[in-house]
Nanobody, 129 residues
Framework: VQLQASGGGLVQPGGSLRLSCAAS????????VAWFRQAPGKEREFVSA???????????YYSDSVKGRFTISRDNAKNTVDLQMNGLKREDTAVYYC????????????????????WGQGTQVTVSS
């Protein structure tokens, strides 16, 4: 599986960006896809994930720091997962990575980076005036 993240850039505080993660190499449906980020000098942290619920839907998960501002969405036909980021703050500045896990993780592992098998190259998001 190859993941390609795009959409990063420079934005002013309060602005918006939309990140996209495109997957290739295997069917996308049923996989869990997550976004993590890593700021300079900090550890990588969970941002959001889209996890198959075992039925016909996908559930979305967010870290407390982005809840209400970021929205994750997926298009299984296009093999893409997007992260719409609104109300950006300086502390959102980081390299954003998309990650994919083929098998459905238990709920407690959704926000754990070691649970993911495949990673994209990262895209830089800088929030600055």
């Amino acid at each position: 599986v190859q993941l390609q993240a795009s959409g990063g850039g420079l934005v002013q505080p309060g602005g918006s960006l939309r990140l996209s993660c495109a997957a290739s190499g295997r069917p996308f449906a049923g996989s869990t896809v997550a976004w993590f980020r890593q700021a300079p000098g900090k550890e990588r942290e969970f941002v959001s994930a889209s996890r198959w619920n075992g039925g016909s839907a996908y559930n979305s998960y967010y870290s407390d720091s982005v809840k209400g501002r970021f929205t994750i969405s997926r298009d299984n036909a296009k093999n893409t997962v997007d992260l719409q980021m609104n109300g950006l703050k300086r502390e959102d500045t980081a390299v954003y990575y998309c990650a994919l896990r083929i098998s459905r993780p238990i709920l407690s592992m959704v926000g754990v980076d070691s649970a993911y098998d495949h990673w994209g190259q990262g895209t830089q998001v800088t929030v600055s005036s």
